[in-house]
């Protein structure tokens, strides 16, 4: 009976480590905004079906790096996909970026959004478009100098977000894409003239950051850690 009990424990707590490394499906409660003049203040998250809020310390790395391939994000135009939260966007714009856009397609996202740049009284270099991602794509003649790119994973839009989005990237711009269980392979990137400056894993979360190869930034590459 003792070892019967303790198989059980032990079949919980790996089922319980198991669930902690796979992303939540549906977004609920509170973030907080990391650094900059808006730290500390939270955000939002509605209960939405795919929405999942990048990490605190996925966060952290992401703009450790940017900080050291852009230096302050000064006069950088951003520009935040599949925005869900928003909490990407609202770091940068915390940070000192001179223009945020957030794109989001679900009415409560949309309108969480709009409250929290109301809240920042941050109308006047974030806006918030409501509808669908390539739509925007489609019809903007802006370009950007930091693109977040990261829809719902079981929508599998990754790619095809990434390609949407190159004719509206800056020169030396970056862009930052979730993928689940694996990078984007170098062969795609290369097809699409792309290079991973970045890359890190959270779990069956991977990160990057990438650029175009011609990019001003593309000798700043590091090579990604065995096993991360």
């Known amino acids: 009976m003792a070892n019967k009990k303790k198989s059980e424990k032990s079949g919980r707590e790996v089922g319980r480590r198991s669930l902690a490394t796979r992303p939540s499906s549906r977004g609920a409660g509170v973030v907080r905004i990391s650094a900059g003049m808006w730290r500390q203040s939270p955000l939002a998250v509605p209960d939405a079906e795919g929405l999942r809020p990048t990490p605190d310390r996925v966060r952290g790395t992401l703009f450790d790096w940017v900080r050291h391939l852009l230096g302050d994000l000064a006069g950088c135009r951003v520009l935040d996909l599949f ?4 909490v990407l966007g609202f770091e940068a714009a915390s940070r000192g970026a001179a223009s945020v856009d957030w794109v989001e397609r679900h009415r409560g996202a ?3 959004l709009r409250k929290n740049v109301e ?3 941050a109308a006047d270099r974030c806006r918030v478009h409501a509808g669908d991602a390539f739509e925007f794509l489609g019809r903007t003649r802006e370009t950007f100098d930091l693109v977040f790119i990261d829809p719902p994973y079981d929508a599998n839009l990754q790619e095809k977000a990434v390609v949407a989005v ?3 990237l800056s020169k030396a711009g970056l862009l930052y ?3 689940p269980d694996e990078y984007l392979s170098e062969e795609k990137l290369a097809a699409l003239g792309l290079l991973r400056v970045r890359g890190s894993r959270a779990g069956v ?5 990438l650029t175009r190869i011609d990019s001003p930034l593309a000798p700043l590459a590091k090579p990604i850690k065995e096993g991360a």
Do not use: D, I
Not at 83 to 86: E, P, R
């Open 119 to 121: 809240k920042f009284g």
């Open 166 to 168: 190159l004719p509206r």
């Open 205 to 209: 979360v991977h990160y990057q950051l």
């Open 177 to 179: 894409v979730e993928t």
């Open 83 to 86: 925005a869900g939260s928003g």
């Open 110 to 112: 949309v309108a969480s």
